[in-house]
């Protein structure tokens, strides 16, 4: 996953578009993906990126129609440079909203535009999304995210504790990374 970001803030709308990042609560996905924005700002700052979540595309687009304000909000989501958009299980089966991420979703990957996108389940288990958006999504690169294994989370706790300068005996650490 973090090989993934680093691939898609140094070359945005080539390799690895989309990028979809799946996994639990509280992995990463949303640290990860405003990593990319942060970084594709400082290198490209002319660049427009947006971090939005699914729920604020849904409502910006419920208020768009209300508003009559529909040609600017599709305006603003398909100038982007990079979009990206976190827990888009929640645009799943929304009916005209499921339909306009999809065209601007194809909008800017036509224009080789940056799409990175965050969701708690990968695209084939998000149903009754249409089929033509999950296959969409697999057009590029998706990443599991998934709980470090013991190893790992004793060698986080380890490094911490090393960076803090503040030693813990082996039990401890085990004790902490059950």
């Known amino acids: ?35 990319i924005g942060h970084s594709l700002t400082k290198t490209h700052p002319k660049a427009r990126v947006l971090y939005i979540t699914a729920e604020q595309f849904l409502n910006e687009y419920i208020e768009s129609i209300q508003k009559g304000r529909l040609d600017a909000f599709r305006a603003k989501y398909r100038s982007l440079d990079c979009l990206l958009i976190d827990d888009v299980q929640f645009i799943i089966g929304r009916g005209r909203s499921e339909e306009e991420f999809t065209h601007t979703f194809n909008d800017l990957f036509d224009a080789r535009k940056q799409i990175v996108i965050t969701s708690d389940r990968a695209p084939r288990e998000m149903s009754p999304m249409e089929k033509r958006l999950i296959s969409r999504l697999e057009w590029g690169v998706i990443v599991d995210i998934k709980p470090p294994d013991l190893e790992t989370r004793i060698a986080i706790l380890r490094k911490k504790a090393d960076a803090d300068g503040t030693p813990f005996p082996e039990d401890v650490l085990n004790h902490i990374a059950h």
Request: a positive charge; one cysteine or more.
């Open 1 to 35: 996953a973090s090989a993934a970001a680093e691939a898609v803030a140094k070359t945005p709308g080539r390799q690895f578009n989309p990028l979809l990042i799946y996994g639990g609560v509280g992995l990463g996905k949303t640290h990860l993906m405003c990593a």
